[in-house]
């Protein structure tokens, strides 16, 4: 069991973006990780999983590292959808469980979600990737946005962050694996609100953790609240995929599911949508 940690957002903003190198996906920053690769040594990688990472030429080290340092394809279909159905954060609560970069919840925060927190399997990414991102795309967004509709192309080292940093007033940040997290969240002494919607992609590659995700919804999302979740119909090597999972939570009884988008380019990729079952 890996300990749930809060990360604490730093009094100095600027300090989130030192020495970062950012690129653009869909309109948002996010870290250069080839960047982070050669320059996250020492104290800013206690974990050390990006050594491991590289040096194994793997993206997942199940334990220690579960994929939080790539963004991963069905992050932007799942961006996608939200565009093309119309999804409405505003005044929602909203986790966005397996971050990574963090550009689901990021995307809520833009449709002026009234909170959103943050959560990853590691540390290092929370602090070395997440953290970075959310600060890149949302405390400076009124300079970037002017930049991008005179047609400049982003800066790869973002502005400092000068202005009134209101927007991280509504977001938290959490490492450790997601039962431990769940009972940080729910035993804290901070007022917690269940959330209206939890964001998660590609987090069922692996069927061993299905049980943990499964209650991990059940405990943090509201009664009438919903999941979107996206993932590729199967998971070669690890086993896991979209149907074996609507399958698994089906048998518990809990939550209905709906597949609402298929998409068949490359690998076949789903979005799934959860609800309690006794849910308005």
């Known amino acids: 069991m890996k300990a749930a940690k809060e990360h604490i957002i730093p009094g100095d903003l600027n300090k989130v973006l030192e020495n970062k190198v950012m690129e653009t ?5 996010h870290v250069k990780v080839s960047v982070l690769e050669t320059s996250c040594l020492g104290d800013a990688d206690s974990e050390g999983i990006v050594s491991k990472s590289v040096s194994s030429h793997s993206d997942l080290i199940p334990g220690v590292y579960e994929g939080g340092l790539k963004i991963w ?14 999804i409405q954060f505003t005044n929602k609560t909203v986790l966005d469980l ?7 919840g990021i995307v809520a925060l833009k449709g002026k979600a009234e909170r959103v927190h943050f959560q990853d399997y590691n540390s290092t990414v929370i602090e070395e990737i997440t953290l970075p991102n959310v600060v890149a795309n949302c405390v400076n967004e009124g300079t970037t946005g002017k930049d991008r509709k ?33 009972q940080l969240l729910l035993s804290s002494n901070k007022p917690f609100l269940k959330y209206d919607i939890i964001l998660t992609s590609e987090t069922i590659y692996n069927p061993n953790y299905y049980s943990a995700l499964h209650d991990t919804l059940a405990q943090l999302l509201h009664k009438n609240g919903c999941v979107y979740l ?25 939550f209905r599911t709906n ?3 298929t998409i068949d380019q490359g690998l076949q990729r789903c979005i799934m949508e959860m609800a309690f079952k006794d849910s308005s």
């Open 73 to 86: 394809e069905c992050t932007f279909d799942l961006m996608d959808y939200f565009s093309e159905a119309e």
């Open 98 to 104: 397996g971050c990574g970069a963090g550009l689901l």
């Open 25 to 29: 996906a869909l309109d948002l920053y």
């Open 259 to 261: 597949i609402i988008k």
């Open 150 to 182: 005179a047609g400049k192309p982003p800066a790869k080292r973002p502005k400092k962050a000068e202005s009134s940093p209101d927007v991280l007033s509504k977001c938290r940040f959490f490492s450790g694996e997601w039962s431990e997290v769940s």
């Open 230 to 254: 996206a993932s590729k119909v199967h998971y070669f090597g690890v086993g896991g995929g979209i149907y074996l999972f609507q399958k698994f939570i089906e048998e518990r009884n809990v």
